[in-house]
């Protein structure tokens, strides 16, 4: 596994002076708050200790004489850096010091890397990431050994650097340093320095090397014979035009996509009323068949009492015996007997009629009203057909609507398409006449070999891990990331870097050297294991609620690339990372989460990184 260090304190001490100090967590910390408070003077402080050549004063500093920077060492060891902010070496004590050092330290370190002595800050620092001895290109002809500070930079971004138009692998934005620039990238990215430059080639070398300028010849003229234009501006100034007309096209078919997603939604619950008004008719029905069952059921009773009414008067009068309606013998039978009980039979047979008549009265009520139901649900039922007919056609319409608009916007999507591939021929060209000039140069007589590129498929890796932790922070339009290395710049979606506007490339430069972090640690290569960003989301903030509406506005990038870098580091990322920004980070702090917020505000949590008191005697 490869060494990762940690930085656990920066601490200013000074005599009479009250501690200025801040902790980092070894998973994330984020600084924000107020401008002016100090926020961007840690990060220049923490370079200051790594080996800067100086540290800027500012009032508030004055007075305080030590400034210490705690580190943990891959071996879990606690080491402390102390340096005066005048400048000067470096000392080393080892343990965790949080106080004016009274005795020897344990080495001193210059500031300036030697090749010869191993006592400087550099070779310290390289050392402890197992990069001490590595060797990057220099010039075309010649080797040195790498420096910390050259790969500083990749960890340690400012908010300069964060903002600035220059590619994020050249760091100086000077032309005679953009050689050991590469080299040191190349040497991160691959785990490979350049000391086998310090070879000649040999005669199958120089055969080798002749037949790939011929090979990249014809790759050369492949490119250009793609081409269809000559001037890659004009291709860039199509791509953004073709951008806001695939914009307007998407919001025009998105407003119709809607309208038809209304409709849909009110074809659904027709529909719904539909099937449930067919099964209420199904249940009338069913009834109405039940009821008219019962109902001649009723009627054959009504006619049955009537026969047994009109019949009863008649029942034994020509049979002299028992009395048929109450079984009586003769000799116990009274005078009148039959008419007695014929007449009591009577009365029965009409209580029961009447009964069994308004049961059926109450059953033709009931009869009716299911009808009467019955016909006003298929009256719905009709005019629920009409409405979804009706629907129906709206959405035809629509889509009749909707056909060429999306037409259109393939077209624009194909036409954008195309300009993206040009553009990636212009980069491809780049490399390939950037490989060639390399070449040639190896092939020169008396030359040492030029160091070789970026194996593609190394950079292929890179640009998917870039281009992952872009979609984790829903950057917006980043499906082609490609890197030029002759330029050693990035394109997106065609794009320069240098060429977007500065929120843009502030996220394009935090997620490279996120991502450059994140794929050392895959691969188990060199790097110190910590990120330090200032401000890859906004460029300026006022004191705590004295915002105005200008500000306001122009604060950041997006609130959800915004609040998906912070989720992204406090989850995600695997490494330490310390993040200076204005905007107050939207996300719960977990444990292990260090948040600072400083107001510039008497009396309201804390002022700045230095104490409020401090900053009003530096301004008495």
């Not at 021929?425 to 780049?430: G, H, K, R, V, Y």
């Not at 490989?435 to 040492?448: A, F, G, T």
């Not at 695997?574 to 008497?602: L, M, W």
Request: charged share 25%; hydrophobic share 35%; net charge negative.
């Amino acid at each position: 596994m490869s060494k990762r260090i940690e930085l656990t304190h920066l601490t200013f001490l000074g005599q009479g002076r009250e501690d200025a100090s801040i902790e980092f967590g070894s998973s994330l910390t984020v600084v924000h708050g107020a401008s002016d408070t100090g926020k961007s003077y840690i990060v220049e402080t923490i370079d200051y200790m790594l080996g800067a050549s100086s540290l800027k004063t500012i009032p508030e500093e004055v007075g305080y004489t030590h400034i210490l920077l705690g580190i943990r060492l891959a071996d879990g060891t606690r080491v402390t850096l102390v340096r005066s902010p005048a400048g000067g070496d470096i000392e080393v004590y080892r343990g965790d010091v949080r106080s004016i050092p009274s005795g020897r330290p344990d080495e001193i370190l210059a500031r300036r890397h030697a090749s010869g002595n191993v006592h400087n800050i550099s070779r310290f620092l390289l050392r402890q990431i197992g990069l001490d001895g590595t060797k990057i290109q220099e010039k075309k002809s010649s080797i040195r050994d790498l420096r910390f500070r050259d790969i500083c930079h990749f960890f340690v971004v400012d908010e300069t650097q964060m903002h600035a138009k220059r590619s994020p692998v050249l760091h100086s934005g000077q032309y005679p340093s953009q050689v050991a620039e590469k080299s040191a990238f190349r040497l991160l990215l691959s785990g490979h320095d350049d000391s086998a430059l310090a070879s000649s080639l040999t005669e199958v070398e120089k055969s080798a090397s002749k037949g790939k300028l011929e090979l990249l010849d014809s790759l050369i003229e492949d490119c250009q014979a793609q081409l269809q234009s000559e001037d890659p501006a004009s291709i860039e100034d199509q791509l953004e035009r073709l951008d806001a007309s695939i914009q307007s096209s998407t919001s025009s078919i998105e407003e119709f996509l809607r309208e038809r997603g209304s409709l849909l939604a009110v074809r659904r619950q027709a529909s719904t009323e539909m099937v449930e008004q067919e099964r209420r008719l199904g249940e009338v029905r069913e009834l109405l068949a039940r009821f008219n069952l019962l109902a001649r059921q009723y009627a054959s009773d009504i006619a049955r009492l009537e026969m047994v009414r009109e019949a009863g008067s008649l029942l034994g009068f020509f049979d002299q015996g028992a009395c048929v309606f109450c079984g009586a013998a003769p000799e116990h039978q009274q005078a009148n007997h039959l008419l007695v009980e014929s007449a009591s039979i009577e009365v029965a047979v009409s209580v029961e009629i009447e009964k069994t008549s308004r049961l059926q009265e109450d059953l033709n009520v009931t009869i009716g009203d299911l009808r009467e139901q019955a016909a006003d649900i298929n009256q719905g039922l009709r005019q629920a057909e009409g409405n979804l007919a009706t629907i129906d056609a709206d959405i035809a319409a629509l889509e009749e609507r909707l056909t060429p608009m999306r037409g259109g916007l393939e077209e624009l999507l194909g036409a954008r398409s195309n300009g993206e591939r040009q553009i990636s021929l212009f980069s491809q060209m780049d490399d390939l006449r950037a490989r060639k000039r390399e070449l040639e140069v190896r092939l020169l007589p008396d030359s040492k070999p030029m160091a070789p590129g970026v194996d593609s498929t190394i950079i292929a890796d890179f640009i998917e891990t870039m281009k992952q932790s872009l979609y984790a922070w829903h950057v917006p339009d980043v499906d082609h990331v490609s890197y030029s290395e002759g330029k050693a710049e990035f394109r997106i979606n065609g794009r320069p870097h240098s060429s977007r506007g500065k929120g843009m490339r502030a996220i394009l430069h935090a997620a490279f050297t996120v991502s450059l972090a994140n794929y050392c640690f895959e691969k188990d290569l060199p790097h110190p294991g910590f990120v330090i960003l200032d401000s890859p989301v906004v460029t300026f903030r006022s004191p705590l609620g004295r915002e105005t509406v200008e500000e306001q506005a122009e604060e950041m990038l997006s609130p959800t690339v915004a609040d998906s870098l912070y989720r992204y580091m406090d989850v995600d990322f695997p490494g330490q990372a310390i993040v200076i920004e204005n905007i107050d980070p939207n996300i719960k702090v977990a444990d292990g989460v260090v948040e600072y917020k400083f107001t510039r505000t008497a009396g309201s949590g804390r002022y700045g990184f230095f104490p409020e008191r401090v900053r009003n005697s530096s301004a008495e």
